[in-house]
T-cell receptor, first 112, second 116 residues
């Protein structure tokens, strides 16, 4: 079955880099996604990575994928107060069809 | 692009009444729409997957007679919570996918349901 886990909380100072980690268990994962959720709002797709890639960079965001260890990370450079939110990783696995399996979310607090 | 709306954004109803929530893809045709439920400080729980013109596929443990899903067109899906009870109070989020290469799901802003 699929299981996606994330650490619960991350505190970071404004201007520093944030690294949010995620582990998954399903080796048939095809795509992995990072979503951002602000209070009382839906989820915003930040970026995604195909499972045969090791890294993807998009402006301040860098996604690293270690397929051997089933470990995914999201690095946010120059973290801003507006980056404070809950970040969810999600995987799409062949075994699950078109469905996404979400991690529990990491609450990121950016301190001025 | 890829904007998904939900209506209403919040609703308060009395126990025993039914509530309908709409999910619309505004600028693309959604081959598949998904309905999730999110409890406070928790992750999203998939309730059902719906494809236009066909019956929804419900996840295990989700009562199909209680949570009626209608995917009437490529831009509209509705979730009706029938005979709502206080335990149905939750944040309901829909997402839509146009079936692109990465099959990204684009999420609506959510609907907060409170049943008194």
């Amino acid at each position: 079955g699929e299981d996606v886990e994330q650490s619960l909380f991350l505190s970071v100072r404004e201007g520093d880099s944030s690294v949010i980690n995620c582990t998954y268990t399903d080796s048939s994962s095809t795509y992995l996604y990072w979503y951002k959720q602000e209070p009382g709002a839906g989820l915003q797709l930040l970026t995604y990575i195909f499972s045969n890639m090791d890294m993807k960079q998009d402006q301040r965001l860098t996604v690293l994928l270690n397929k051997k260890d089933k470990h995914l990370s999201l690095r946010i450079a120059d973290t801003q107060t507006g980056d404070s939110a809950i970040y969810f990783c999600a995987e799409r696995a062949l075994a699950a069809g078109n469905k996404l399996t979400f991690g529990g979310g990491t609450r990121v607090l950016v301190k001025p | 692009g890829a904007v998904v709306s939900q209506h209403p954004s919040w609703v308060i109803c009395k126990s025993g009444t039914s509530v309908k929530i709409e999910c619309r893809s505004l600028d693309f045709q959604a081959t598949t729409m998904f309905w999730y439920r999110q409890f406070p400080k928790q992750s999203l729980m998939l309730m059902a997957t719906s494809n236009e013109g066909s019956k929804a596929t419900y996840e295990q443990g989700v009562e199909k007679d209680k949570f009626l899903i209608n995917h009437a067109s490529l831009t509209l899906s509705t979730l009706t919570v029938t005979s709502a009870h206080p335990e149905d109070s939750s944040f309901y989020i829909c997402s839509a996918s146009w079936g692109g290469l990465a099959n990204e799901q684009f999420f609506g802003p959510g609907t907060r349901l409170t049943v008194l």
